[in-house]
């Protein structure tokens, strides 16, 4: 399957979350198989262009993708002074599924298989999430990310198949991805990328972790009928 980016639809879009209004980027591409949620980590947003290379990637690969802001314009700008969002896991784990809520409420994605993306302390909110909502979430990735935080009790709960990624340069970080590891009960899987840091910014690693992440939706998610 190989579904060209530019044939895709794509559309801001407004997700009610309590009070608050999140502003999303979805995009559609022909036939898509299954819908992939973003969390992002700590001081991003949907710009992150990051995410947005992955997201291109499972575009491509014929999966949708939302890449929405965890946090209202007014929020973020309080945490760029406190920082007191970016580490509200209970938070973000609840827009999470409020996002979840409003995308199988869109009359064109409500039979898509869902999975989530999560990189940093999104990680941890897509892992408390996928834990909540069980087999409605086929498939976790995490690029980076802090699942440790999500704590043993979600992560040991978690049914969806997921992929952890980690820098091999990320000193620490691994040793946190590799504890988290042993606490997930699901099917699961751990990449390092030779040489790679935190964000991924050496040449080619960013471009193994979308390839990964791909690769890891369509054999979890993606209906055998359209991977073929």
Known sequence: MNTATQDSTAREVRIAAGDARLYGDLVTPPGFAGLVLFAH?????????????VAQRLQQA???TLLFDLLTAQEEQVDLQTREHRFDIPLLTRRMQDATEWAC??????????????????????????????????????????????GPAALAAVTAPTLLIVGGADHGVIELNQEALQRLQCDKDLIIVPGA???????????????????????????VEHAS
Do not use: C
Request: hydrophobic residues 45%; proline residues 4%.
């Open 41 to 53: 980590g700590s001081g991003s947003g949907r710009h992150s262009a990051r995410n947005r290379q």
């Open 105 to 150: 409420a869109q009359p064109e994605l409500h039979h898509a298989p869902i999975g989530y993306f999560g990189a940093s302390t999104g990680s941890a909110a897509a892992i408390i999430a996928a834990a909540r909502l069980g087999e409605r979430i086929k498939a976790v990735v995490s690029r980076g990310g802090r699942p440790d935080l999500a």
């Open 62 to 64: 014929g999966i949708a």
């Open 197 to 223: 840091t935190h964000l991924f910014e050496e040449r080619g690693a960013l471009e193994e972790v979308a390839q990964a992440a791909a690769s890891w939706f369509i054999r979890h998610m993606v209906p």
